[in-house]
Structures are given as C-alpha cells and as structure tokens.
Nanobody, 125 residues
Framework: QLQLVESGGGLVQPGGSLRLSCELP????????ISWARQISGRDREIISC???????AYVDSVKGRFTISADSDKNTVYLQMNSLKSEDTAVYYC???????????????????WGKGTLVTVSP
C-alpha cells in the first residue's frame, strides 16, 4: 500500500502564498501519476492539478496561472505552490497517486488509486 503524506497547510491571508508538500515514503515518483485534489466544505472532492510520470502537468481552470505542481525526485516529494490565494481556495487539500500510464489530462478526470489524509488550507483575513 503506497503512503502519501501531505504537509504545509495552514492559515493565510487573501492574496498570500502557500506551498504544500506530498511525500511518498517507500514509493518512487516516476512510477505514478500524481495529483492534487481539494474538498471545499459541502462539496465533492475535485482534482485540481496533475503531473504525469514523465513530468507533464495540467490544471483546472480555477487554479490555472495561480497554482504550480512540481516534483523533486531526489526527495520523492511533490509540491503545490499556491499563489494569489482567494477565500474560495479554502479546503482540505489531498495528494493522490495513480497509474503510471495516465497522462496529465487523463489524471484530472480521476482514477487515482492511493490518497493521503489531507492538509487544511484556510484563506481568511
């Protein structure tokens, strides 16, 4: 069972930035597609960004241009840099791993096999 451990959540003011981390202890980044998802209170969980096993990236429109997914293979860690945060970005953020053969756009549609426990991001004055 692959483990994913998120960290970096917290309270940030509107317009601020935050970087989330997702470690894969015991896993190898290149074997998976990796996504970041979020669940806003009262809504379904939504995948917002993906990175394929080859490093291609994709984003949903609501975060495009503000969020950036990246990876450090030496640290076996994926990041989500979040800039220009808005109150509507308040959510629990999850990372997930899926099939190696998923493209970054296919990954946005779901099909992840392993999920972390999430980290809370609150955007508030």
């Amino acid at each position: 069972q692959l483990q994913l451990v998120e960290s970096g959540g917290g309270l940030v003011q509107p317009g601020g930035s935050l970087r989330l981390s997702c470690e894969l202890p015991g896993g190898t980044l290149g074997y998976y597609s990796i996504s970041w998802a979020r669940q806003i209170s009262g809504r379904d969980r939504e995948i917002i960004s993906c990175m394929s096993s080859t490093g291609a990236t994709a984003y949903v429109d609501s975060v495009k241009g503000r969020f950036t997914i990246s990876a450090d293979s030496d640290k076996n860690t994926v990041y989500l840099q979040m800039n220009s945060l808005k109150s509507e970005d308040t959510a629990v953020y999850y990372c997930a791993a899926g099939p190696r053969y998923f493209s970054s756009t296919v990954c946005l549609g779901g099909g992840m096999n392993y999920w972390g426990k999430g980290t809370l991001v609150t955007v508030s004055p």
